[in-house]
């Protein structure tokens, strides 16, 4: 059951790795905070622009 609860997650991954390009937003804190779970410290900005189609 969690699988199916899980597979639109996946699609939108999917799509966004396919059709976008990534760019990490500049002047972000991106030193590490290891607990409770690895992450950014100030989080991860990110902005999304569509590939153009070939």
Same mark, same amino acid.
Not at 13 to 25: H, I, K, P
């Given at each position: 059951?969690?699988?199916?609860?899980?597979?639109?997650?996946?699609?939108?991954?999917?799509?966004?790795?396919? $059709?976008? @390009?990534?760019?990490? #937003? !500049? $002047?972000? @804190?991106?030193?590490? #905070? !290891?607990?409770?779970?690895?992450?950014?410290?100030?989080?991860?900005?990110?902005?999304?622009?569509?590939?153009?189609?070939?």
């Amino acid at each position: 059951m969690v699988l199916a609860e899980a597979q639109p997650m996946g699609v939108i991954l999917s799509l966004l790795l396919r $059709g976008y @390009d990534w760019e990490l #937003v !500049p $002047g972000q @804190d991106l030193s590490f #905070v !290891p607990l409770p779970f690895p992450h950014p410290r100030s989080g991860l900005e990110v902005r999304f622009s569509r590939r153009r189609e070939v």
